[in-house]
């Protein structure tokens, strides 16, 4: 179980690595219009526009590439408590996205990478939550001293 989990988490990072580095990077001129065209979009329909913020698409684009960079690289390489943060970050960044996706009525395909990714990185943090309750089920099972015992015994 224990290499299952490794092996998701290890291709859910380096899936968000390259995605955020596709967003940071300008590979071709269409791709490149392409994107910004879409955080323009995603930007018209940000989740804190209700409390009166609208970010940059392009700012808003140079920030999600960098955190899924980053996130993804520590849910890779980085040690225990930063991969647990880093899930949690591209979880809500997930959920960020199917909100984005939902507020454009996009269609059910377009929103099927969003929502696999967002299922993806719930079932690891499940798992690991799981794996962390019997680790701690299994150090509380330790022989105690019987108070009751006899003398002689």
């Known amino acids: 179980m224990a290499l299952v989990l490794a092996a998701l988490r290890v291709l859910l990072g380096c899936f968000f690595a390259l995605t955020g580095a596709a967003k940071l990077s300008q590979i071709s001129a269409p791709v490149s219009e392409q994107m910004k065209a879409l955080f323009v979009q995603f930007a018209e329909v940000f989740p804190l526009k209700l409390f009166g913020y609208q970010p940059?698409?392009?700012?808003?684009?140079?920030?999600?590439?960098?955190?899924e960079l980053l996130a993804g690289?520590?849910?890779?390489?980085?040690?225990?408590?930063?991969?647990?943060?880093?899930?949690?970050?591209?979880?809500?960044?997930?959920?960020?996205?199917?909100?984005?996706?939902?507020s454009l009525k996009e269609s059910l395909i377009t929103c099927v990478p969003a929502i696999v990714c967002l299922g993806l990185l719930l079932l690891l943090d499940i798992c690991h939550l799981f794996t962390q309750s019997k680790k701690v089920i299994r150090h509380s099972r330790m022989k105690t001293p019987c108070a009751f015992r006899e003398p002689w015994q």
């Open 73 to 102: 690289l520590l849910l890779v390489l980085g040690p225990p408590i930063l991969q647990e943060i880093s899930n949690f970050l591209l979880t809500l960044l997930m959920m960020g996205a199917v909100f984005t996706l939902a």
């Open 56 to 67: 940059d698409p392009m700012n808003y684009q140079t920030a999600v590439g960098w955190l």
